[in-house]
């Protein structure tokens, strides 16, 4: 596609459930990023694929996150037992190079709201 | 870890008028980016800079990167609607390893007609 592609582009949950968030990234982007950015503050990384594997999920949270890309290209980021707090926007960035090195290019974000 | 600190938070511009938002790090920086977001939107890529004394520009923006500061500004000249939304500064942590981009919190961006 065009553009990173994130859906869905709101998502209204009820605390405790089972949420998963899908990333179509750039076609031929090897680099893959999940960020979280809450009201007021600026993206916080939470995991970073360099092809299938996850090359740091330092930023996840808890164990309560987990993301996967099988394939090397869309990636989905789950969240069980959603909590309140995980309300945010989930954005999803791809680049040709891995690391600081390169561009990214985001999408616009998953809207999450935890009831 | 890595944080960087945006001024100032917000800021209110008339139309026309020159404007400077900077990006302070407490550690090295590793490449500093700025991204713009609309209200409600992904980052749009506005410049990378990655040697000190780098200066880009881009129409009416222009980005320095002070590497002995650890500092970088980001300057809008004879600004205009278009201009207004968030400024995000990003950088790496590492010399182009493998990790993503930390991030400061934005300076919102007002525009007055």
């Known amino acids: 596609g065009a553009g990173v592609s994130q859906t869905p582009s709101n998502k209204v949950t009820e605390k405790g459930k089972y949420v998963e968030l899908r990333c179509d990234p750039i076609?031929?982007?090897?680099?893959l990023y999940w960020y979280r950015q809450s009201l007021g503050q600026g993206p916080e990384f939470l995991i970073y694929f360099q092809g299938t594997g996850a090359a740091d999920d330092s930023g996840l949270p808890n164990d309560r996150f987990f993301a996967v890309r099988p394939e090397g290209s869309v990636s989905t980021l789950k969240i069980q037992r959603t909590e309140r707090g995980d309300s945010a926007v989930y954005l999803c960035?791809?680049?040709?190079?891995?690391?600081?090195?390169?561009?990214?290019?985001f999408g616009e974000g998953s809207r999450l709201t935890v009831l | 870890s890595q944080e960087l600190e945006q001024s100032p938070q917000s800021l209110i511009v008339q139309e026309g008028k020159n404007l400077t938002i900077n990006c302070t790090s407490s550690?090295?920086?590793?490449?500093l980016y700025w991204y713009k977001q609309k209200y409600g939107e992904g980052l749009i890529f506005l410049m990378m800079?990655?040697?000190?004394?780098e200066e880009k520009s881009h129409e009416k923006i222009t980005a320095k990167l002070d590497e002995k500061k650890q500092q970088s500004s980001l300057h809008i000249t004879a600004s205009q609607p278009s201009h207004a939304g968030i400024y995000l500064c990003?950088?790496?942590?590492?010399?182009?390893?493998?990790?993503?981009?930390?991030f400061g919190k934005g300076t919102h961006l007002i525009i007055q007609p």
């Open positions: 960035a791809s680049s040709r190079a891995g690391g600081a090195s390169g561009e990214l290019f």
């Open positions: 990003g950088a790496g942590t590492g010399g182009g390893g493998a990790d993503g981009l930390t």
């Open positions: 800079l990655q040697k000190g004394g």
């Open positions: 550690k090295t920086l590793y490449g």
């Open positions: 076609s031929g982007h090897t680099a």
